[in-house]
């Protein structure tokens, strides 16, 4: 298990395009086992390369139906529409409300580079939404509607416990 470096809002290569994968190399495929490992120790739910600092299109998502990696991702379709929190590992303590499609159609390649499709609902869909917009210099931050606001989650823990 090897985890990376999570880069964090005002890091310039958060806000780069990243490079489409042409081969699956030895180094590649490492990645994607560092990004999976650093999500899981994160506590995410998403993580796209740029946010451990390497411009490659590369994305994995676990929404808790086991790990998903996406390789040159894009969006075929999206439709409807959802509204709620998000958050991020590249801003930590911090959420804002975000609009997404309640419902995404994307092509991928996989860690084999083979090619699927896969279609997914809200949290995956917003999960889908969020990390692609990684791959294009983009961050959640951009889209919240009204304030960010600070979160805690060890007092959500404290909750729990006292139930």
Known sequence: MALRNIRYEGDSVLYKT???VKEMTPRIKQLIEDMIDTMYEANGVGLAAPQV???RRIVVIDVGEGP????NPRILE???EQTGEEGCLSVPGKSGVVTRPNYVKAAALDENMQ???IEGTELFARAMCHEFDHLDGHLYVEKVEGELHDVSYESDDEEYEEE
């Open 18 to 20: 990243s490079k489409e």
């Open 53 to 55: 600092g390497v411009l």
């Open 68 to 71: 998903k990696v996406f390789v």
């Open 115 to 117: 090619p699927f499709e």
């Open 78 to 80: 999206a439709s409807g």
